[in-house]
C-alpha cells in the first residue's frame, strides 16, 4: 500500500491536484494512465472523476460547454481538468472541424477555461500539439510513465512545456541514461533507467527476468532509447526492443499478436510491427507468407491469398480491437538474418519508403 500512496502523492504534487479539481475520465481502468493519473490521485487530492461510459466526441465537447456557457458563467460542477491519449486529441479536433462556426466557437471557449489538459501513453505528435494549443488555447502537459513505476517524467505544470519531450524526473525521481557499453551518458544516446520510491518489486514469479530489468543502485531499465535537450528534458527516440508497439495509448507485443495470426489456415509466417502514424502514434501493420495452397489458390482466381478485411473479421473473435492489424502486406517471403531472425529495423525502412 505504501507503493500506491507514493505514487498518487508524487503525481498530486507535481500537477496540482486539489479537492477543487473536476476530472472528465474516458480512459481504460486497465491502464495505469486511466488508473493513476486520471482516479487515484484525482481521488486523493479530493478531487471529482466524472466518468463518461464510453468515450465521445460529442460527450466531452458538450460536458465542457455545459461546464462554460458562452456568457461567462461557470457551472458548479465544470470540468477543470482533463487528461488523454494523442488520439483522443486528434478525434476531438476531428468533431471540431465538422461543427458550424458558431459551435465552434462555443466550444473553444470552453475549452479554454479548463485549468490543465494532459497528454500520454503515446508519442504526441507536434502538429497535434500545435493545433490543439490553437484551437483551445492549451498546450497540453506531455509526461513519460510504466506500469512498473507509473510516472517518472513530466513537463512542468508551471513553465515551459517543450514539444517532442517528456520533460525531467518528477519529484524523488532518479533517471539516468546507460550506453550499451554499460556507461552512463549525460548528453548522449541510450537506455533510460529509472529509480523512484513508486517503483514495483519485482515480476510476479519471474526471478529471472526481474534480475535482468534491474542496474546497480536499483535503477529499473525501461527499454526506452532517450536523449536529453539542451535544457535537461528527455525525448524518448524509440523502444530498445522493436517488438514492442504503442498503438492509439496502448503498449503491445508484436509477438503475441503473430502468435495468434498464425493460427489462420492461410498464414504459413508472418511479421508484425508498428509503423509511425499522426493519430495514433503507431499503427499495426502485418506482413504474411501465405501457405502454398492459398498461393496457389490465389494464383488460379486472381485474388490476394489474404485480405485486410477478412484478417479483420477472423481477427474478431481471438484478438482486442486495439489488437488487431489495420496493414496488411502479402510477401513470398520474409527476409531473414543468418540466425533466422526477421530484422523489423529493416522491415519498418522498407515499409516507409
Known amino acids: 500500500m505504501r507503493g500506491y500512496f507514493l505514487r498518487v502523492q508524487i503525481l498530486t504534487e507535481a500537477w496540482g491536484y486539489q479537492s477543487e479539481d473536476q476530472f472528465l475520465h474516458c480512459l481504460p481502468l486497465h491502464h495505469v494512465h486511466g488508473l493513476f493519473n486520471a482516479l487515484f490521485a484525482p481521488l486523493y487530492s479530493g478531487s471529482v472523476v466524472e466518468f463518461l461510459p464510453k468515450f465521445s466526441v460529442r460527450g466531452v465537447w458538450q460536458r465542457w460547454r455545459e461546464s462554460y456557457p458562452n456568457d461567462g458563467s461557470k457551472n458548479d460542477e465544470a470540468i477543470t481538468v482533463f487528461t488523454g491519449v494523442p488520439t483522443v486529441y486528434t478525434r476531438l479536433l476531428q468533431g471540431y472541424d465538422s461543427m458550424n462556426p458558431d459551435q465552434q466557437s462555443a466550444c473553444s471557449y470552453a475549452a479554454k477555461q479548463l485549468r490543465l489538459m494532459m497528454c500520454g501513453s503515446s508519442a504526441l505528435p507536434s502538429p497535434l500539439m500545435k493545433r490543439w494549443q490553437e484551437v483551445t488555447g492549451h498546450r497540453l502537459l506531455e509526461r513519460y510513465g510504466m506500469t512498473e513505476f507509473v510516472m517518472a517524467l513530466s513537463n512542468p505544470l508551471h513553465g515551459a512545456r517543450k514539444e517532442g519531450t517528456v520533460g525531467k524526473p ?47 543502485g536499483g535503477f529499473f531499465k ?15 527516440l524509440g523502444r530498445t526492443n522493436a517488438d514492442i508497439m504503442k498503438v492509439g495509448g496502448y503498449k503491445l507485443s508484436a509477438l503475441e499478436i503473430e502468435a495468434v495470426l498464425l493460427e489462420h489456415d492461410t498464414v504459413l509466417e508472418c511479421a508484425v510491427l508498428g509503423l509511425p502514424d499522426e493519430a495514433y502514434g503507431e499503427v499495426i501493420c502485418t506482413i504474411i507468407v501465405p501457405k502454398e495452397d492459398a498461393k496457389e489458390r490465389a494464383e488460379q482466381s486472381s485474388k490476394p491469398a489474404l485480405t485486410l478485411e477478412e484478417l479483420t473479421s477472423w481477427s474478431k473473435d481471438k484478438l482486442a480491437p486495439y489488437k488487431i492489424p489495420t496493414r496488411l502486406h502479402v510477401w513470398d517471403s520474409l527476409p531473414r538474418n543468418a540466425m533466422g531472425k526477421v530484422n523489423k529495423k529493416e522491415l519498418k525502412k522498407l515499409l516507409e519508403v
Open 170 to 216: 518528477l519529484p524523488r525521481v532518479e533517471a539516468k541514461i546507460i550506453m550499451d557499453d554499460g556507461t552512463e551518458t549525460k548528453t548522449g544516446v541510450g537506455e533510460l533507467c529509472i529509480k523512484s520510491p513508486s517503483l514495483f518489486k519485482e515480476y510476479w514469479k519471474r526471478p529471472e527476468v526481474t534480475a535482468e530489468s534491474f542496474i546497480d
Open 222 to 236: 525501461t527499454g526506452d532509447t532517450v536523449t536529453v535537450d539542451e535544457d535537461g528534458y528527455f525525448i524518448i
